[in-house]
C-alpha cells in the first residue's frame, strides 16, 4: 500500500510558476512510475505528465509540453512538477498516481495508477 501527500498548490497569476511535490510512503518507491494528472468540477481527469522508475524517460501532455517538467527523487520518496508559464486554462486540481504496472514507458491512461493523493489546487489568475 503506497500513501501520497501532494504539496505546493496555490494562486500565482497568469505567467507565473509552482512547484508541486508529492511525497510516497508506505511501498518501494522506485518500483513505481509516476504521473501527474488534473481534473476540474465537471470534467474527467486529464493526464499532464510521468516519469518512469528510473526517472529516465518522462512524457507530457501536449498543453503543457516546454512548460512544465516532471522529475523525481529515489532518495527522497518524492516526484515533482515544475510548473512554468502558468496558464488561467492550467487552474485545476493536481493529482499524482503511482504505476506499478509500466515497466518502461510510464503510462499516460488513468486506469493504470493504482494508487492516487489527495490533490491539491492550482489556481492561475489572468
Known amino acids: 500500500q503506497v500513501q501520497l501527500v501532494e504539496s505546493g498548490g496555490g494562486l500565482v497569476q497568469a505567467g507565473g510558476s509552482l512547484r508541486l511535490s508529492c511525497a510516497a510512503s508506505g511501498g518501494t518507491f522506485s518500483r513505481y512510475a509516476l504521473g501527474w494528472f488534473r481534473q476540474v468540477p465537471g470534467k474527467e481527469r486529464e493526464f499532464v505528465a510521468a516519469?518512469?522508475?528510473?526517472?529516465?524517460?518522462?512524457v507530457y501532455a501536449n498543453s503543457v509540453k516546454g512548460r512544465f517538467t516532471i522529475s523525481r527523487d529515489n532518495a527522497e520518496n518524492t516526484v515533482y512538477l515544475q510548473m512554468n508559464s502558468l496558464k488561467p486554462e492550467d487552474t485545476a486540481v493536481y493529482y499524482c498516481g503511482a504505476d506499478r504496472q509500466s515497466v518502461i514507458t510510464p503510462g499516460r491512461i488513468e486506469s493504470l495508477y493504482e494508487y492516487w493523493g489527495q490533490g491539491t489546487q492550482v489556481t492561475v489568475s489572468s
Open positions: 516519469i518512469s522508475r528510473t526517472g529516465f524517460i518522462t
